[in-house]
């Protein structure tokens, strides 16, 4: 069975500390890993998809780096703005279609 | 370009009601996926429909049943409702398969809040 686990749960970061959200999971055949940004009470936003280990994409103060056993959501110098839980999913499987597995996700807070 | 959109907002049902929760998919989308997010926890997911079929289904029981429209637009429906049934619950649209593969890059709606009393 497909699993993903995040860590931290909350992280507190004062504005401009830059710190790594991690995503581990354990999938049979990985086909993509997602990391989402939800604010509270609305639907997750969409930010990356990461289909190889040593694929990384980048978005304005955030990165997203993948192994064969985690990927890292690096933020640098944050804002508070980016205060959001952040979402990892990912698609395993060796059928066309499997469905996403969702991590709890991690809160995080950015103080000014 | 329309997101993905979904109604009504908030929704408070009595146990042992029905319900039935809408979604229009983004524009040029085809496919349409329900999750279901208790609070603290990430989205577990519910069914997918595609060409107006059930195409994968998750661990819930029959009392959620859904259907797909010709203009790919869905509902999701719930049966005798129960206290946990109470979540937010998030359409989420993607396109087709290719080559035989669902590529699951989905864009999610607002959601709808359920409280059930």
């Known amino acids: 069975e497909d699993q993903v686990t995040q860590s931290p749960e909350a992280l507190r970061l004062q504005e401009g500390e830059s710190s790594s959200l991690n995503c581990s999971y354990t999938?049979?055949?990985?086909?993509?890993l997602f990391w989402y940004r939800q604010d509270p009470g609305k639907g997750p936003e969409f930010l990356f998809t990461?289909?190889?280990a040593g694929e990384e994409k980048e978005k304005e103060r955030l990165k997203a780096t993948l192994t064969k056993k985690e990927s890292f959501l690096h933020i640098t110098a944050p804002k508070p703005e980016d205060s959001a839980t952040y979402l990892c999913?990912?698609?395993?499987?060796?059928?066309?279609?499997?469905?996403?597995?969702f991590g709890k996700g991690t809160r995080l807070s950015v103080i000014a | 370009d329309a997101g993905v959109t979904q109604s009504p907002t908030h929704l408070i049902k009595t146990r042992g009601q029905q319900v039935t929760l809408r979604c229009s998919p983004k524009?040029?989308?085809?496919?349409v996926s329900w999750y279901q997010q208790a609070l603290g926890q990430g989205p577990q997911f519910i069914f997918q429909?595609?060409?107006?079929?059930?195409?994968q289904r998750g661990n819930f029981p029959d009392r959620f049943s859904g259907h797909q429209f010709p203009n790919y637009s869905s509902e999701l429906n719930v049966n005798a409702l129960l206290l946990g049934d109470s979540a937010l619950y998030l359409c989420?649209?993607?396109?087709?398969?290719?080559?035989?593969?669902?590529?699951?890059?989905?864009?999610f709606g607002p959601g709808t809040r359920l409280t059930v009393l």
């Open positions: 989420a649209s993607s396109l087709g398969p290719i080559q035989g593969y669902f590529y699951n890059e989905q864009f």
């Open positions: 999938v049979s055949g990985l086909r993509g």
């Open positions: 990461l289909y190889s």
């Open positions: 999913a990912v698609q395993g499987g060796d059928s066309g279609n499997t469905p996403l597995v």
């Open positions: 524009s040029g989308h085809d496919t």
């Open positions: 429909y595609y060409e107006e079929e059930e195409r």
